[in-house]
């Protein structure tokens, strides 16, 4: 795969899957490196509990680069 800049010649299309559960929830994610020569996107997965009334719920987000993962690392 040849390179011009920060790009590929062709898209590197590999998937890199991601699986996590507990026992309240499970989620997935798939993600591609795509044109760039390096990754800049970022994601959480938190499964989020409030004490004092016993609700559980899940935080998913992902947070694009947008040619610098600086950014999307630290909101991660």
Not at 58 to 66: A, I, N, P, Q
Request: aromatic share 10%; glycine share 10%.
């Amino acid at each position: 795969m040849g390179r011009y800049g920060s790009y590929y010649t062709i898209p590197d299309t590999k998937k890199h899957p991601e699986n996590g559960e507990n026992k309240h929830s499970t989620w997935s994610l798939d993600a591609m490196q795509g044109w760039r020569s390096s990754s800049e996107d970022a994601h959480l997965a938190v499964i989020v509990k409030q004490k004092h009334d016993k609700k559980r719920g899940m935080l998913s987000c992902v947070f694009d680069g947008h040619a610098g993962k600086q950014a999307a690392v630290f909101c991660a």
